[in-house]
């Protein structure tokens, strides 16, 4: 059984950090690009960053530049979000997820542009990140 796990959400001040983690199981994604998405109540579910599981390369949406970095630990097989300055328009639950059909190495320029969501084929139960101003 395929499983996307995640942790480390919880409540934390604006300008505070968290690091979120995915740690999978059930089968290699090795080809996959590994993602994050974000869901504020009543907002659709949108991404925020994705690494490609065999090289780390990596994208992100253009909110979470230079505040938020995606990383990736093959040896446990878990995905991180490590995110500082956090903002309350941070404030979502937080969702992992496997496309594991993207099967290249890089990503092309302005990927997550268009929202990918519908090509993730794998995904997390997710956790909620608060952040309070």
């Known amino acids: 059984q395929v499983q996307l796990v995640e942790s480390g959400g919880g409540l934390v001040q604006a300008g505070g950090s968290l690091r979120l983690s995915c740690t999978t199981s059930g089968r290699t994604f090795s080809n996959s690009a590994m993602g994050w998405f974000r869901q504020a109540p009543g907002k659709e579910r949108e991404f925020v960053a994705a690494i490609t599981w065999n090289i780390g390369h990596t994208a992100y949406t253009n909110s979470v530049k230079g505040r938020f970095t995606i990383s990736i630990d093959n040896v446990k097989n878990t995905v991180y979000l490590q995110m500082n300055s956090l903002q309350p328009e941070d404030t979502a639950v937080y969702f992992c997820?496997?496309?594991?059909?993207?099967?290249?190495?890089?990503?092309?320029?302005?990927?997550?542009?268009?929202?990918?969501?519908?090509?993730?084929?794998?995904w997390g139960q997710g956790t909620q990140v608060t952040v309070s101003s």
């Open positions: 997820a496997a496309d594991s059909h993207y099967g290249y190495n890089w990503f092309p320029a302005g990927y997550g542009r268009t929202n990918p969501r519908n090509d993730y084929d794998y």
